[in-house]
């Protein structure tokens, strides 16, 4: 049985004491690390997830709803060191439940990988609907800083707060257009990162941008030329080099500096 520390209405009390007990055995093993991933349900979070359990570490992933994905099949796997929450990003509510969940917890890394594309990409500015824009950006940008403030102080000064970002969130190196309104949310995260890092330029956890570049997902669609397998233990090997430099960069799955 996989760890759900969200215990849904209707169910037993003996089904909650049972969830509770596994996920106090969760907290007690002795593993090389801990680390929450917003946004774990497959793809690239699914797959970072895999890869720490590989390194031995414990992993909390978020799903968003009630529908079995590739996480609670990890979760399965590997029992007593997968748990999974429930989490919309653009809900501000769940954000806050989610937050009083995990209090009282601690974890090594968050990071949050959470994000969507419009529809179309082939639409411009001006020819995206409002309503279309705004989900986009609400998913893309406005939801992973609500998710990073409002979790931040579950990571120690030694930790690491990242996102996934992308290369096409650079504003130097957009020569060519296209796909405006995701390059825009990119953008805006990044821009959001910068000034969370200003606020905060006393802090000594690290703070991460990772570009993850074109990679066949959902999202990246099936002319990417890198699969998942090849490229996410490039993506955590940069997280986990990241790991006690304080402050914030952009950088790509090979640790390169991306322009701004």
């Not at 959902?218 to 430099?245: C, Q």
Request: charged fraction near 25%; aromatic fraction near 4%; charge should be positive.
């Amino acid at each position: 049985m996989h760890l759900v520390q969200h215990i849904p209405d209707g169910q037993t009390e003996a089904h909650q004491r049972k969830a509770i007990e596994s996920v106090s055995l969760f907290r007690i093993r002795s593993r090389s690390g801990s680390i929450l991933i917003v946004g774990a349900s497959r793809g690239l979070g699914c797959a970072m997830a895999a890869e720490f359990l590989k390194r031995k570490w414990e992993v909390v992933g978020t799903v968003r709803g009630s529908a079995r994905t590739d996480l609670h099949d990890l979760a399965d796997e590997h029992q007593g060191q997968v748990e999974v929450e429930c989490l919309d990003i653009t809900d501000p509510d769940q954000i806050a439940a989610l937050r009083s969940r995990l209090s009282g917890r601690s974890f090594d890394i968050l990071f949050v990988n959470a994000g969507t594309g419009n529809k179309n990409r082939h639409e411009s500015l001006a020819e995206v609907s409002t309503e279309e824009f705004v989900r986009v950006m609400v998913t893309n940008a406005l939801g992973p800083m609500r998710v990073v403030e409002a979790l931040q102080t579950l990571v120690p000064a030694k930790g690491l707060i990242g996102v996934m970002s992308s290369g096409q969130g650079s504003i130097a190196n957009n020569e060519k257009g296209r796909n405006d309104v995701y390059r825009g949310t990119k953008a805006a995260l990044n821009m959001y990162m910068r000034s969370y890092a200003a606020r905060h330029a006393g802090d000594r956890r690290a703070l991460l941008l990772m570009a993850p570049g074109w990679i066949r997902t959902e999202l990246g669609g099936p002319d990417a030329p890198f699969g998942i397998e090849e490229t996410v233990p490039d993506i955590v090997n940069v997280v986990m080099s990241k790991r006690g430099r304080p402050g914030l960069e952009f950088l790509d799955r090979m640790g390169k500096t991306v322009p701004w």
